[in-house]
C-alpha cells in the first residue's frame, strides 16, 4: 500500500504541472469528457444489468411481447455504449496528443537549457539514454496513466453503483441451505469482497517484482539500441580496427542481457497471468454457485439469477482492479520510475549549475577576457588546475599547450559556462560574441548550408557559404549546399575540421577558441588556416589548445599547464612572440 501511494503520489507531480500549463483549459475539458463517457458507461451497465432481469425472465415466461420490447431496449442501450466507447478513445487519444506535446516541449527545453544536457552525463547512470525517457517513457507514461487511472475511477463508480444492487439482491436470493433460508445481511457483497481481497493479496505476493523487472529491461533495451547506434555512428572507425568482432562480442553481452532479464519477466508473468485468469474464470461460475440453491428451490426466477451474476461480476472486478491491472500497473510503475529519475537529473543538473563556485559575468568596461583565481576540479572533488589568472586582450593570438590530462580541454569547458566543478570568477565584456571549436565538430542532419550556418539557420546566402568552402579548401562541397546528409558520417575528420573553421569565419566572433580544432590537418594546410583566420577576423581574439610546435610560430602569445609536485597543473606564461596577431 505505501509504494502504491507512493507510485500515485509521483504521477501526481509529474502530471499537474500540465493540467496548470497554458495547454489546461483544453486539456481539462478532455479529462473531463473522457471521466464523464466512463461514468456513462458505468450507467449504461445498470441499465443492461437490470435489463438481464427482465430479459431473462420474460424467456422463462415464455412472454413474446416482453420479450420484443427487451430486444429493442437492448439494442438502443448496444447503439449508446458503442457510441460512447468509440468517443472516448478518441477524446482519450486526443488528450494523449497534447499533453505529450506539451510535456514534450517542455522536457526538451529542460534538457537543451543552460547545458543541462551536458551536465547530466556527469551523473553517470542516473539518467541514462535521455532519449528513450523523451520519446518512450513521456508517450508510456501518459498512455498508461489515462488507461489505468480513469479505469479505476470506472471501477470506483461501478462499485459503488452495483453495490446497493447486489446488497437488494443477497435479499432476494438468501442462502439456502438443505432447503431452508439462510439470512446473511449483504452475503453476495462479501463474498466477492472476500474473495477480491483474496485474489490480489495473491497477484501482489507473485507479482511485486515486476516493476523492477521491467524498469530493468527498458533500460537493457535502451542500452542496446545505443550501442548498435554508435556501431553504425563510427563505421569507419571499426571497420579501419578491424573490430567487428569485438562489437559482436560487446553487443551480443548486452543483447544477452536483454534476453535473461526477459526470461525472467516472462516467468514472472506467467505466473501472475496464472493468478489472473484463475481468478477471472472461477469469478464466471461462483455466483451461480452460490445462488443456485435458491434458484433450484423456487425461491427466485431465473432472471434474478443471471442479474445476481452480472451484478456480483461487476463489484468482483471492481474489487478485483489490481489483479486485473497488476501487469500493466508494474509496468507503469516502470515508467514513472525512469520518468522520476529523469526528472531528478534535470533538477540535479540545474541545481549543479546554480551552485557553481565558477562565476560567469559580464562587465561593461571590461576590453579582455579576465580569469580571476579560476581553479578546476575533478568531479569526485580532487584539484586539476590551481587558482589562475590571466587575461585575454583583443586582436590577440594564445597558444595553450601543457601534457595531456592537464585539463586544457576543461579549463576551456569551464571558461565556456559548462564545467561546474571549481572555483574562480571569468569576466566578459559585455555583448561580447564567444565561440568555441572542439577537435570533432558537430554538423546537424540538415543541409550543408545549414550545418555550416548552425546554430543559426539560413542565416547566410549562397554566394558567400560557397566563397567560405573555397577559401577553406572544400571547392567540391560548394555543389552540395543543399543536400541534407548525415556529415559528420560522410566527411573526414579533416574535412570536418576545416568545415568548422568555416563555421567561425561566417560567426566572426570576438573571442575564439579552438581546441585542438587543427590536430587533422596537416602542417601546412593547419598554418594556411591560422593565415586565413587571422586575415578575416581582424578583430577576434583566438586562443588555441595544442601540441605541435609548429602553432607556437602562429599565436603571439604562449601559455603552459605546467605539472605541479602533487598533480594539479599551473597556468604559467611561457613567452610571446613577434608572430603576426
Known amino acids: 500500500m505505501k509504494e502504491l501511494a507512493r507510485l500515485f503520489g509521483e504521477v501526481f507531480r509529474l502530471s499537474l504541472p500540465y493540467f496548470r500549463s497554458e495547454d489546461r483549459r483544453a486539456g481539462l475539458i478532455l479529462l473531463a469528457a473522457v471521466i464523464g463517457i466512463e461514468l456513462s458507461i458505468v450507467a449504461v451497465n445498470v441499465l443492461i444489468n437490470q435489463w438481464n432481469a427482465r430479459f431473462f425472465n420474460a424467456l422463462q415466461d415464455r412472454n413474446w411481447d416482453q420479450f420484443v420490447t427487451e430486444i429493442t431496449i437492448f439494442c438502443a442501450l448496444a447503439a449508446i455504449f458503442v457510441v460512447l466507447a468509440v468517443y472516448q478513445l478518441y477524446l482519450n487519444q486526443w488528450l494523449q496528443i497534447r499533453w505529450r506535446t506539451w510535456m514534450t516541449r517542455v522536457y526538451v ?21 535521455p532519449d528513450q525517457r523523451i520519446a518512450d517513457d513521456i508517450n508510456q507514461f501518459i498512455e498508461k496513466s489515462l488507461f489505468i487511472v480513469v479505469r479505476l475511477l470506472g471501477a470506483i463508480v461501478t462499485l459503488l453503483s452495483f453495490f446497493a444492487i447486489l446488497w437488494a439482491l443477497s435479499e432476494s436470493a ?12 449483504g452475503y453476495l457483497v462479501w463474498a466477492a469482497l472476500i474473495y477480491s481481497v483474496l485474489g490480489t493479496l495473491l497477484a501482489h505476493w507473485i507479482g511485486w517484482p515486476l516493476a523492477a523487472i521491467n524498469f530493468r529491461q527498458q533500460r537493457y533495451e535502451a542500452d542496446f539500441r545505443f550501442n548498435l547506434i554508435r556501431v553504425r555512428e563510427h563505421a569507419e572507425q571499426i571497420a579501419l580496427l578491424r573490430g567487428e568482432e569485438a562489437e559482436k562480442s560487446g553487443l551480443g553481452e548486452r543483447f544477452t542481457r536483454v534476453a535473461k532479464n526477459f526470461m525472467e519477466l516472462m516467468s514472472r508473468q506467467k505466473k501472475v497471468i496464472f493468478v489472473q485468469q484463475s481468478h477471472s474464470q472461477a469469478a464466471v461460475i461462483l455466483p451461480y454457485i452460490i445462488v443456485s440453491p435458491a434458484y433450484f428451490s423456487g425461491a427466485v426466477p431465473l432472471g434474478t439469477l443471471t442479474q445476481t451474476a452480472s451484478a456480483f461480476s461487476s463489484v468482483q472486478e471492481s474489487l478485483s482492479f489490481f489483479v486485473t491491472f497488476y501487469r500493466s500497473i508494474a509496468e507503469w510503475a516502470a515508467v514513472v520510475d525512469r520518468l522520476t529519475g529523469f526528472n531528478r537529473a534535470l533538477d540535479q543538473a540545474q541545481a549543479l549549475a546554480a551552485a557553481s563556485s565558477i562565476a560567469i559575468g559580464q562587465d561593461p568596461d571590461a576590453r579582455a577576457i579576465r580569469i580571476e583565481g579560476l581553479s578546476v576540479d575533478r568531479p569526485d572533488g580532487k584539484p586539476l588546475v590551481t587558482p589562475a589568472a590571466a587575461e585575454f586582450h ?55 548550408a545549414n550545418a555550416m550556418s548552425y546554430p543559426a539557420a539560413d542565416a547566410f546566402d549562397d554566394a558567400t557559404l560557397s566563397e567560405t568552402l573555397r577559401a577553406v579548401g572544400l571547392t567540391e562541397l560548394i555543389g552540395r549546399l543543399h543536400e541534407q546528409a548525415h556529415w559528420n558520417r560522410i566527411l573526414s575528420l579533416g574535412e570536418q575540421q576545416r568545415l568548422g573553421v568555416a563555421r567561425a569565419l561566417l ?28 586575415e578575416r577576423l581582424k578583430g577576434t581574439t583566438i586562443v588555441s589548445i595544442g601540441h605541435r610546435s609548429t602553432l607556437t610560430g602562429l599565436h603571439g602569445r604562449h601559455v603552459t599547464l605546467a605539472p605541479d609536485a602533487d598533480g594539479t597543473h599551473s597556468l604559467i606564461e611561457v613567452k610571446r612572440t613577434a608572430a603576426a596577431e
Open 507 to 534: 560567426q566572426a566572433p570576438d573571442y575564439l577558441f579552438l581546441d585542438e580544432a587543427t590536430a587533422s590537418l596537416d602542417e601546412p594546410s593547419e598554418a594556411s588556416l591560422y593565415g586565413l583566420l587571422h
Open 174 to 185: 438468501p442462502i439456502t441451505v438443505f432447503g431452508s433460508p439462510v439470512t446473511i445481511p
Open 394 to 448: 583583443p586582436r590577440e593570438h594564445v597558444l595553450v599547450s601543457g601534457p595531456s590530462g592537464a585539463g586544457k580541454s576543461t579549463l576551456f569547458r569551464a571558461l565556456a559556462g559548462l564545467w561546474p566543478f571549481g572555483k574562480g570568477r571569468v569576466v566578459i565584456p559585455s555583448g561580447a560574441r564567444v565561440m568555441v571549436l572542439p577537435q570533432r565538430p558537430y554538423f546537424p542532419e540538415t543541409t550543408l
Open 109 to 129: 527545453d529542460r534538457w537543451l537549457s543552460n547545458a543541462a544536457h551536458y551536465r547530466m552525463q556527469l551523473f553517470g547512470d542516473a539518467a541514462d539514454n
